[in-house]
């Protein structure tokens, strides 16, 4: 086996390459990739099926569904590089060009980061897609797969190094751990000097750990707990279409809809057409207020404070803007939070002072993803405001760096 | 005395005053700090006396010169935040705006952090520069300043408050720890969600501490081991000048060189010339091969790898291009490196091939400063890849969030 040190030199040793292929070159390896995933289906599939054997028995079917994989979901994986190919390279942008008086020429120029690890838990998928991004945006990754899917992802792997050899590229651009106990998901957090860029994507839990015990630089994903705040001059059939979109659609993301807010003067009228509307499909969690114009269960303590990612919503009535306002600035994990009212000034109000990755205006929390929000593919949402907040396209993996050409200039 | 945490509910409580501050209030507010230190001008010398009687004895010249505060220097302090207060507003930039297929508008938009937490040590004027920089950017800021200047410090604040009290802005804007010991400087590397940027400035311990122990966002500041390369294709007369000034015009700053390569087909001329220039002023440590060119101190196992911040310099002589860049990225510090060279391939390889902050061609490293990239005062270099790179100034204390406007739209 070969120790996580040795594969972050690896990586290392790949980067400059990687950094220095040019777009036509990252494409063809992306496509390549693509290719030798389908290419690769039967072994891809038996690894996952010992995967899958595995964790039957000690694992939910939550759990054993995100594990799986099937040939359509290879292909759709497939599919997935095939759209990172398909994206813009972000190197090499100039972001900035100045020339000063004393003739010097700066350029604030795109380039990668490096080497970006990325700890992640039981879906296959983010294997491919998170391999496809670094390679585009010009860095070598390190993947460390939870320990259930472990093999799946090596023969994942395995099948795109191939497509990286074929396209002239050093398989070392693509590193899975093989280490899959707790070491190594610290030995990536402490790295320091050959990690440039740490991603976990997974539960709290995860995340929490990174962002306490990281020593390289870290960017905290993905935890939502988002709001929906029913203004008083809401439109009360556009609230209900955008709570349930954002409730219902899909429970499971982290943008989904997890607290509904009421103005106390709407409230009567528009808390019978919710339990109408979604009661029969989801738990509405009720706080004094709410519970006082429709039946249902009380909520508890700490109701307002969770990430469900289920068919559960927690519901209060509130007095005013304000009071929602500091309702969020209390709860909200700063993820996605929406305001539905016909008020101008209640809306600006709303967007200036909620202090969130996204923050709107009549429209679904279910819209804060990469591709909805025109970046393409995603690495993930970020919920920090350390460089890159919300979703995470091509550009946000990327570094600058300062160019400056002179003719002899000194200070 | 208030305790840290104290301090940081202040300081979260100030935030939002800050952000929803306009470009003039804040301005007004900047012009006000700064006539307020030049109207207390009696009370912050006498503090400053306070700490250069207590330090006298146990500390050295160079570091009670920079704790040592006069008329002129207080002065100069002013015009620094009267500086800021004409620059542009970073608040409020559209960074990026979208229509999407389904109607939604989606901006980018450039908002303050929240809570900047900034630790140093004991030059005084960094109060000053900090806080100026932090309200301009509609932030507030928690100051730690080393226990040596903490006088001098708690009195330039108390007459930056009285300036923010006259503009209607909340003087807990602007907080500095009392606490002086180090555990202060724990509590705020460590204080998730009261501190949204902790920027360390000062001494490789500091930084080095911050980027070990915090847990909040933290920007890596400051070290510089700067790097000139003298190409084979050098116009030797201005790689002379461009040494000299990189090496001599401020030793004691991160943007100095500390390490000159030469390409061995010019070294035999370029280092007598070198050794006459500056030889009388500069200590030069030579490797085994430039000692074979020219007499002096042969250089130590560390001494490519020290920050001398004096008047020393290391040298070495070097086979190619790319025995320069490969020593280049074994001990650069990531700062700023420079190539000096007549041949534009060569200078387009170093360009790409150097992966720091700043990379130079045919220019003096000292050029990297945020006043001299038109960027206006800054925060201080950052060195690392995450955020912000090189000089740190209004843009770079911001985060963004994204808008969303929409009509009802659900996805």
Redesign the interface.
């Known amino acids: 086996m070969m120790t996580t040190h040795e594969i972050l030199l690896d990586a290392a040793g790949a980067k400059?390459a990687v950094a220095?292929a040019d777009t036509a070159t990252k494409n063809r390896a992306l496509l390549a990739m693509a290719n030798a995933l389908v290419e690769n289906s039967d072994a891809i599939l038996a690894a996952n099926a010992l995967d899958m054997d595995a964790a039957r028995g000690t694992t939910g079917e939550v759990m054993l569904d995100r594990l799986a994989l099937s040939t359509a979901r290879l292909e759709a994986m497939a599919e997935g590089i095939r759209e990172v190919a398909a994206l813009p390279d972000p190197v090499g942008r100039v972001l900035a060009h100045?020339e000063?008086p004393n003739g010097?020429v700066?350029e604030r120029t795109a380039?990668p980061?490096?080497v970006i690890a990325i700890i992640y838990e039981s879906r296959p998928n983010v294997t491919a897609d998170a391999a496809a991004l670094a390679v585009k945006a010009g860095s070598a990754c390190v993947l460390r797969a939870g320990k259930e899917a472990h093999r799946s992802a090596a023969a994942i792997v395995e099948a795109m190094r191939e497509g990286l050899r074929e396209a002239g590229l050093p398989e070392t651009a693509v590193n899975l751990v093989e280490d899959t106990t707790r070491d190594s998901a610290g030995e990536l957090m402490t790295a320091?000097g050959l990690v440039?860029?740490l991603i976990p994507r997974g539960g709290a839990g995860l995340i929490r750990a990174c962002?306490?015990n990281a020593?390289v630089?870290c960017?905290e994903t993905g935890t939502g707990i988002c709001h929906i705040y029913v203004d008083a001059a809401a439109?009360l059939d556009?609230a209900l279409?955008?709570v349930?979109?954002?409730k219902c659609?899909r429970p499971s993301v982290c943008n989904a809809c997890e607290v509904c807010l009421v103005h106390k003067d709407v409230a009567e009228k528009f808390l019978p057409m919710l339990k109408e509307r979604i009661g029969g499909r989801v738990e509405l969690l009720l706080d004094e207020r709410a519970a006082g114009i429709i039946s249902g269960k009380r909520a508890g303590a700490r109701d307002f404070d969770t990430e469900f990612l289920d068919y559960i919503l927690a519901v209060g009535v509130v007095d005013s803007l304000d009071t929602a306002m500091a309702h969020i600035a209390a709860h909200s994990t700063g993820h996605s939070d929406c305001i539905v009212t016909a008020d101008d000034d209640a809306?600006e109000r709303f967007?200036?002072?909620v202090?969130?990755?996204?923050?709107?205006?009549?429209?679904?929390t279910?819209?804060?993803d990469g591709g909805?929000?025109?970046l393409g593919c995603e690495m993930g949402i970020s919920t920090?405001?350390?460089?890159a907040?919300?979703p995470m396209g091509l550009q946000e993996l990327c570094?600058?760096?300062?160019?400056?050409?002179?003719?002899?200039?000194?200070?």
Chains 1, 2 share one sequence.
Do not use: C
């Not at 202090?355 to 679904?364: C, K, L, M, Q, R």
């Open positions: 400059s220095a100045v000063r010097l700066i380039v980061m490096g320091s440039d860029l962002v306490e020593t630089p960017i439109d556009m279409n955008i349930e979109n954002a659609s809306a967007l200036r002072g202090d969130s990755a996204a923050v709107y205006v009549n429209a679904s279910r819209f804060t909805e929000f025109g920090q405001k350390l460089h907040r919300g570094t600058y760096k300062y160019i400056i050409r002179g003719g002899g200039q000194v200070r």
